[in-house]
């Protein structure tokens, strides 16, 4: 993966006319468009496009840039950084060593730094799709309709979820299959597509040990993948593409997952949506 090649051929192009922005702007809103549930938080659309030999000298694998060596260590052993998807594969090993959860709602805390109405959305759910929320920490309140938990753009729902394939490629290929009507006529490629679901059921829902581990396989095998280096809660990888991407903060030891999406404007990044900061089973409502 020449994923410096990618960005620097990206950084040598004209800067896009308006109407360019907005055309790439409504295609990443596109891709994220479902049937809405109410007030749900929206998580960003999100757009792209280990092993190590060692032979007479030490080699210690870390956590840290985008796979460059570094100085070394204080006893002499040299120190090469982590890659993106060595980080995805070890934090991959974690996930399935994990037990799974239990309780009586699934719990989703995300942040919308840029949303103007709210920056933090909390949500309650049970298995049945009895749904409890609140903004920035304020009332809480209950949803006078079912909303489902699902991987969003999917028919996947909690019994899917539970039955979903080990295998990455197999996954992939569940996911692809699994999509809406709307989600497959969206004009995103098949790996922004892979990038959106993946980081749905790593992030959003309650997904088996082992099928965690198997999308953070998946999300390995997607190209243009950096390691940005070390971020609160994990490393911050980068998947670029043509027009917009996604910053992951992935915890390899772990396995947490936090996602946001981002679109390429005028040479800036422009975050497209909130992140997941937290998601787990719990057995209480707030008081």
């Known amino acids: 993966m020449d994923d410096l ?13 308006d109407e360019t922005v907005e055309a790439g702007r409504r295609r990443l809103q596109i891709a994220m468009r479902e049937p809405v549930r109410r007030r749900r938080a929206r998580r960003p659309v999100i757009a792209i496009g280990v092993a190590v030999a060692t032979g007479g000298a030490a080699v210690a694998i870390v956590v840290g840039g985008g796979g460059a060596p570094d100085a070394g260590s204080k006893d002499g052993t040299a120190v090469v950084q982590m890659s993106g998807s060595q980080v995805l594969l070890a934090a991959a090993t974690a996930a399935e060593t994990k037990p799974a959860g239990s309780g009586r709602y699934w719990y ?59 295998s990455a490629n197999e996954l992939k290929a569940t996911l ?10 969206a004009q995103i490629t098949e790996e922004t597509s892979l990038l959106v679901l993946l ?3 790593l992030s959003d829902v309650p997904a088996p040990p082992k099928v965690r581990a198997a999308a953070l396989r998946a999300l390995a095998t997607l190209p243009h993948v950096k390691n940005l280096g070390k971020a609160p809660g994990g490393q911050k990888l980068l998947f670029a ?22 679109a390429d404007v005028n040479g800036k990044q422009e975050s497209m949506g909130g992140t997941t900061s937290a998601s787990r089973w719990t057995d209480e409502l707030p008081r």
Do not use: C, M
């Not at 989703?108 to 749904?131: C, I, L, M």
């Not at 699994?178 to 006529?185: F, G, I, L, Y």
């Open 5 to 17: 090649r990618l960005l620097g051929a990206t950084l040598t192009k004209p800067d896009p006319s």
């Open 108 to 166: 989703v805390r995300s942040h919308s730094p840029s949303s103007a109405n709210y920056k933090t959305f909390e949500s309650w759910t049970t298995v049945d799709g009895r749904q409890w929320s609140r903004f920035d920490g304020g009332a809480l309140e209950t949803s006078p309709e079912r909303s489902p938990i699902t991987v969003r753009g999917t028919r996947l729902g909690l019994a899917e979820i539970a039955e979903l394939p080990t």
């Open 176 to 185: 692809l299959k699994s999509r809406t009507t709307e989600q497959r006529r």
């Open 199 to 201: 980081t749905d059921l």
């Open 241 to 262: 593409g043509d027009g917009g991407g996604t910053k992951l903060v992935v915890n390899p030891k772990t396995s947490e997952v936090s996602a946001e999406g981002y």
